[in-house]
């Protein structure tokens, strides 16, 4: 953790992996973000994976560092403390992150009207406020169609949520840039971060949709090759797989040297009249005559010989592991200064990250674990809302707000 947004108040009504993925970056930076959820929880807080306890993980990993209010959001009287939340006064608040629906009672119009300077980002599905999720709006892109093996036209979906991701953190971008045009006396807002917009923009950043409209149809499938330049998996003698990429001159003659092809190399580029030291391209479009030399030479040695070699010689490659062996790599996880050991509200303790960059003049504080939820309820209504202890009495009675359960 940071203090970088130190003093910031930041409300989260979101489920799922964008929005609080947001509020915890901007958590990790120092920011107070407290988030409401429907007493018992959202739709997101039992999802896997799960502890044997039956504690949702993910739940417990991206709302790290953050305050926790239970609320009947199904009442009338639990949406209003939710709106009285998310634009409650104060200098350094008025800041909301949410994937509520544009219309109903979290509406920029409905928050606005009670504060006229409330900054709202608003993570979305589809741009026209349809249903969309990361998987679905991947599957309308067409890159489980690009992804895979070959040859074999079954879509394939990745495992990992790259919409939501970006959508998260361009969400916490713009929740501060919109905070800096209001410290500059030009007033909230409502930013409307729809995954189906961030991921064509992402795409046509990429090149990936003037390449199509050119060519007239999408990239095809190409297995493990880096489309563009040299890049692959290759099998050494003793059976392990071995990554080796080769963009830049410099990493194609060190490939070259350490794996003793370069006179086999420059015999297929004097057949082809061509060079492969110069431009990455050619690499890849004559990668079917290359790969058997680099086969060969991955195959004649063992990936204990190699590998000191490559690192030795300056070669780009990575080994490919499994969660377990890299749980064990100190680059990632064990010996990484970014990870604290935590203990959680499910009652586990294991390794958990702060703020993924590093700020080498500032301090790294500590990892602060998920809260429980509705653990500060009564904190966050008495200070927030300046409710008394009777009120707050009066919604618990009522069972309009919920503490903490105990376990």
């Given amino acids: 953790m940071y203090d970088l947004l130190k003093g910031l108040r930041v409300v989260e009504g979101s489920a799922f992996v964008a929005g609080p993925t947001c509020g915890l970056y901007l958590a990790q930076m120092g920011a107070q973000v407290i988030r409401f959820d429907n007493i018992g929880g959202g739709p997101d807080f039992r999802r896997w994976p799960l502890s044997e306890g039956g504690d949702s993980l993910y739940w417990e990993g991206l709302n790290k560092g953050k305050m926790s209010v239970a609320l009947d959001l199904a009442r009338p009287e639990g949406r209003e403390l939710a709106q009285r939340l998310a634009a409650a006064p104060g200098e350094d608040g008025g800041l909301f992150v949410t994937n509520f629906p544009v219309d109903g009672f979290l509406s920029y119009e409905k928050l606005s009207a009670i504060r006229a300077d409330l900054i709202c980002v608003r993570v979305m599905g589809w741009a026209d406020g349809s249903q969309g999720m990361d998987y679905t709006i991947n599957s309308a892109l067409g890159l489980p169609l690009m992804t895979g093996p070959v040859g074999d036209d079954r879509p ?6 790259a919409w939501d991701l970006l959508t998260g953190a361009y969400c916490a971008f713009a929740l501060v840039s919109a905070l800096l045009a209001r410290m500059r006396g030009q007033g909230g807002r409502e930013i409307r971060a729809p995954l189906s917009d961030i991921g064509a923009a992402t795409m046509a950043n990429l090149g990936f949709t003037a390449e199509t409209l050119l060519a007239g149809h999408q990239r095809p499938r190409m297995g493990n090759d880096i489309y563009g330049a040299f890049g692959r998996d290759f099998t050494t003698k003793d059976g392990q797989k071995l990554m080796l990429l080769a963009i830049t001159p410099k990493q194609w003659s060190k490939a070259l040297e350490t794996l003793g092809i370069v006179a086999e190399a420059a015999a297929v580029e004097a057949e082809l009249g061509v060079s492969f030291a110069t431009d990455e391209g050619l690499r890849f479009t004559h990668r079917a005559r290359l790969y058997p030399l680099f086969e060969r030479a991955f195959a004649a040695r063992t990936a204990a010989e190699l590998t000191p070699a490559f690192d030795l010689g300056g070669v780009t490659w990575g080994a490919y592991q499994t969660l377990e062996a890299a749980l064990e790599d100190p680059r990632l996880f064990k010996a990484n200064p970014v990870f604290q050991d935590v203990r959680h509200p499910s009652g586990l303790n294991y390794p958990a990250p702060g703020a993924m960059a ?24 008495a200070e927030l809302l300046d409710m008394s202890g009777v009120e707050i009495a009066r919604l618990h009675d009522a069972k309009i707000i919920a503490g903490p359960e105990s376990k």
């Avoid at 394939?156 to 949520?161: E, G, P, W």
């Fill in 358 to 381: 590093t700020i080498p003049q500032d301090d790294r504080g500590d990892v602060r674990p998920a809260p429980k939820l509705g653990q500060h309820t009564d904190e966050v209504l």
């Fill in 156 to 161: 394939v979906n990745h495992v990992l949520a």
